[in-house]
């Protein structure tokens, strides 16, 4: 078995003696680190970390000298929407214009729009299209990715979503986890008739893309204007006769109740939640949800900021993902997100880390495997450029601070 070495690392990150499965109120922080120190990686697998003293000999297949540089297990981004078709940068001019999101989506725009593209695109170019964006996703830092469907709107679009996506993990040395979105925005078709569009998903695409195996999650967009409660219900309760979990686009634009119908059905995760009031947070009390916040989304929209110091301060953990899709949030870069956290939601780095690592981890259901460094976690992280201190992380916006990733003990960048 491979073995590979990192060597007098500045000050080695959000490193775990006792795995948990994600970070708590409080606690979210702090994160424990080791200065002046040593990462052992055997296969893929992280096999000891420590600091330099305690390194007892330096064999090794392969050495590297981090020295001035930090070491971070990598980004796990769990809510995107990076597999698309096209760009839409016109409708961001008409937003600059003075359009809303809700007026674009109204005239078919917005997800329409994308969804018209992708079903003109064909399999083999999505896939193309998507593995760069996977690519540059990487060599910000990101190591496991959740993707959606739902620019498909057809039974048809939205199965070739799920098997680009299923490529994708076969392809790429990434985690990946696909999520059959169905429910993201109503076809002009079913205006005025939504219940028969909900009819389609829980009678069609749910058994298919579960039957083929090509989905881990179920989401809902659960919005006003977008799906109501009572549609989440029934497509929550199919996704879960099917071993789906949920992972719900919840209170963007309302208080919608997608909250509480998240909490209700156990979801994975809730996500956006830039109206929550302290019903949601009371609900979110106590639960397995994970309050997930797309900084990049409402920094792009221009949203008010989903509430996470009051979610921290009556003990949730709260998770962080770029939400990269190319109508709400077109940059799949988690350092910005990082960055996004401190500035306009003021968390600390220590609490903008555990969102982006552990807590996007859990929030995507795979913290037991990632998201830290523990030994035994599958060894993927990366090798920053020098800098002074962690805290230049989220300081530093706009630049790439990662120099070298691995995955899986892998090097894939740099
Ligand atoms: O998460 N809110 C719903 N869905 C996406 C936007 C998708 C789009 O505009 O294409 C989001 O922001
Ligand atoms: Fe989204």
Redesign the pocket.
Known sequence: MKRLLITNIKELLQVERTPRARVLGADMAHIDTVKNAYLLVEGDRIAAFGSMEQLASLQADEVVDASGRMVLPTFCDS?T?MV?AGS?EIEYIDKIRGLS?EQIAERGG??LN?AMRLQQTSEEQLYEEAMLRLQQMMAFGTGAVEIKS??GMTVEAELKMLRVIRRMRETSPLTIKATLLGA?GIPMEYRGRQEAFVDLVVNDMIPRAAGEGLADYVDV?C?RGFFTVEDTERMLEVGAKYGLRAKI?AN?IARSGGIQVAVRYNALSC??LEYTGPDEIAALKGAETMPTV?PG?AFFLGMPCAPVRDMMDAGLGVALAS?Y?????PSGNMQLILSFASVNYRMLPEEAINATTLNSGYAMGVSHELGSIAVGKRANFFITIPMPSYEYLPYAYGENKVQTVFIGGQRVVG
């Not at 899709?325 to 949030?329: C, I, Q, T, V």
């Open positions: 809510h929407h698309y839409r999101y917005g997800i994308s739902g620019y993201h967009f919005d686009h963007e996500d956006h797309l989304a939400d899709n190319p109508g709400s949030s």
